[in-house]
C-alpha cells in the first residue's frame, strides 16, 4: 500500500515534455504541500519543485525554473508536474512526498510514492 502513486514517466528525447502526475489514496491532497523530488543514479535525492496546500504558491529548484511547473487539480485529487524543454541530465526517477504543510525535505517527508523513471535521451 503506498498513500501517493507517480506516473507518467517515460523515454523522451532532448527538448521535448513530459506530465508527471501524483495520486493520492486514502487522502486528500488538498489537504497537504506536495513536494517534487528526483534521484539519478549515483547522485543524492533532490528537491526539484513544491506546491503549497494553503495558497497554491509554487518553488522550484534553480536547476528547472523556466521549464517546469508543478500544478494540482483537487477534483482529481491529483498534482502534476509539468516537464518542458527537457535536458539528459534531468534523467532520474521522480518522486512526489508531503510531510504536510511546509515544502518537505528528503529528510522530513513523511510520505513518498514508488517513484517513475524519466529518461531523456537521443
Known amino acids: 500500500q503506498v498513500p501517493l502513486v507517480e506516473s507518467g514517466g517515460g523515454l523522451v528525447q532532448p527538448g521535448g515534455s513530459l506530465r508527471l502526475s501524483c495520486a493520492a489514496s486514502?487522502?486528500?491532497?488538498?489537504?497537504?504541500?506536495i513536494g517534487w523530488f528526483r534521484q539519478a543514479p549515483g547522485k543524492e535525492r533532490e528537491a526539484v519543485s513544491c506546491?503549497?496546500?494553503?495558497?497554491?504558491?509554487?518553488e522550484y529548484a534553480d536547476s528547472v525554473k523556466g521549464r517546469f511547473t508543478v500544478s494540482r487539480d483537487n477534483a482529481a485529487n491529483t498534482v502534476y508536474l509539468q516537464m518542458n524543454s527537457l535536458r539528459p541530465e534531468d534523467t532520474a526517477v521522480y518522486y512526489c512526498?508531503?510531510?504536510?504543510?511546509?515544502?518537505?525535505?528528503?529528510?522530513?517527508?513523511?510520505?513518498w510514492g514508488q517513484g517513475t523513471q524519466v529518461t531523456v535521451s537521443s
Open positions: 512526498a508531503t510531510d504536510g504543510g511546509e515544502c518537505p525535505t528528503t529528510h522530513s517527508a513523511g510520505y
Open positions: 486514502g487522502f486528500r491532497l488538498d489537504y497537504y504541500t
Open positions: 506546491i503549497n496546500y494553503r495558497d497554491g504558491g509554487t
